[in-house]
């Protein structure tokens, strides 16, 4: 019998040991001491905040995003095949090119239908949407009111913009309007649920406050969009508000479980915004499968309501009892639990103690929130089985004692009557 051999891959130029790197610059090299190795080095102890143990089969996970646990769905998994089996001379390309007949047109006029608005745009993430939109309808005139809480790529897209951007307090249109009546009309900016803290934005009273001024609105729809309102159409379609509101935009990877975002845009100015966008016009498009996993999604999540359901009481329930155990999360009401425990070392020690017991969170800390706000962020799923949450919640029970929550530098701004619960950027 003949042996064929597996073709050997050469490359004469790395034949020898390679050299030593490029060095980096004296500035950069300063630069990194300066804003990372202090703060790895005594903040952190030498070791990642971020990553802490693997987790374990037994381990409940409550550090992603798949709010109604959607990830492996049959339908879902069998369109992404059928994509991958039939789709097999598509052209990887800017967006910015697609035609009115490709499929990702389809899923973005129902996905807008869906939120009652008329058109949109598929993005790559929901980063890449609100920069690439905010870049489209603001400028150096147009200032831009942002939640102090606001998803820090709106921040980063009004920047982009070179708008000025002017903070309001959490959750508070009368502050909001003073604000307005200071700089003048613009875009008044929110997100519809907190990415950090799980809080509802009062979305009636600031949208009234951006129509008394003039001002457009655009709602982040990212940890509403699945989740809340009918057939999971998020809160603007719950409040009856989407035809009051400018834009929506959301993250495809929260509830949908998937990798891209969406905005909605009016359709006389989609064209507009598609010149305009540079992460849309320098970023190609989805792939095929990507495509028809979101659309099958789409109709899954249009017929969650027992997911939703099971979301919802899963939140109240561990919510009640984190409460009864002391742990100051009065700042939010939704399925994203914010343990803060102010400092970046009491954050490890927390990350630890939870770890150790087979609870994974996500670990929050700057730029997401300012330094001395830190915390392990819980994100429930409707897939929790009642034994998962009875461990979660013996293991809170089990480290009270140890990381006095009751201490925090939250609880204490509770008991001396800040109920603001608000993250300075």
Not at 149 to 178: C, I, Q, V
Not at 224 to 233: C, D, E, F, K, V
Not at 308 to 324: D, G, I, P, V
């Amino acid at each position: 019998m003949q042996v064929i051999e597996s073709p050997k891959f050469t490359n004469n130029l790395s034949d020898s040991a390679p050299g030593p790197a490029a060095p980096i610059s004296a500035h950069l090299a300063q630069r990194v001491q300066r804003e990372f190795t202090q703060r790895w080095d005594s903040l952190w102890g030498g070791r990642s905040l971020l990553h802490g143990r693997v987790a374990g089969p037994d381990a409940v996970r409550l550090n992603g995003n798949d709010y109604l646990n959607l990830t492996g769905h049959p339908d879902i998994v069998q369109a992404q095949s059928n994509a991958i089996k039939c789709d097999g001379e598509f052209v990887i390309q800017s967006s910015v090119f697609l035609l009115d007949t490709h499929p990702a047109r389809a899923l973005e006029k129902a996905l807008a239908q869906w939120v009652g608005k008329d058109d949109g745009l598929i993005c790559q993430s929901g980063y890449s949407a609100n920069l690439g939109l905010l870049q489209s309808i603001a400028d150096p005139q147009t200032p831009v009111y942002l939640d102090s809480l606001a998803h820090t790529s709106l921040w980063e897209g009004a920047r982009r913009a070179g708008a000025p951007s002017h903070p309001f307090r959490h959750n508070d249109p009368l502050h909001l309007a003073r604000v307005i009546e200071r700089h003048g009309p613009g875009v008044v900016v929110v997100d519809s649920v907190y990415s950090t803290t799980g809080a509802v934005c009062p979305l009636e009273s600031m949208v009234e406050v951006a129509e008394r001024h003039g001002c457009m609105i655009l709602v982040d729809e990212s940890h509403s969009l699945g989740t809340h309102g009918p057939q999971g159409a998020g809160l603007c379609v719950e409040l009856g508000l989407s035809h009051r509101v400018h834009f929506i935009t959301t993250s495809l990877a929260k509830a949908f479980a998937g990798r891209a975002g969406f905005m909605t845009v009016p359709a006389e100015i989609r064209n507009y915004v598609l010149s305009t966008s540079y992460p849309n016009m320098f970023s190609s498009c989805l792939l095929p499968h990507e495509i028809a996993a979101l659309a099958a999604t789409l109709e899954v999540i249009r017929r969650s309501d027992s997911a939703r359901a099971s979301l919802m009481q899963n939140t109240r329930r561990l919510r009640r009892r984190l409460t009864e155990l002391g742990y100051p999360i009065q700042q939010g009401t939704e399925q994203i639990i914010a343990l803060e425990s102010g400092t970046e070392p009491a954050t490890m020690v927390l990350r630890d103690l939870l770890e150790e017991r087979g609870v994974f969170g996500a670990v929050f800390c700057a730029p997401a929130t300012s330094r001395n706000r830190t915390m392990v962020r819980l994100t429930l799923h409707a897939g929790l089985a009642d034994a998962e949450l009875d461990h979660v919640e013996a293991v809170a029970a089990d480290i009270a004692p140890l990381a006095r929550p009751w201490d925090w530098p939250i609880a204490r701004r509770q008991r001396d009557g800040d109920q603001s619960g608000e993250l300075q950027r």
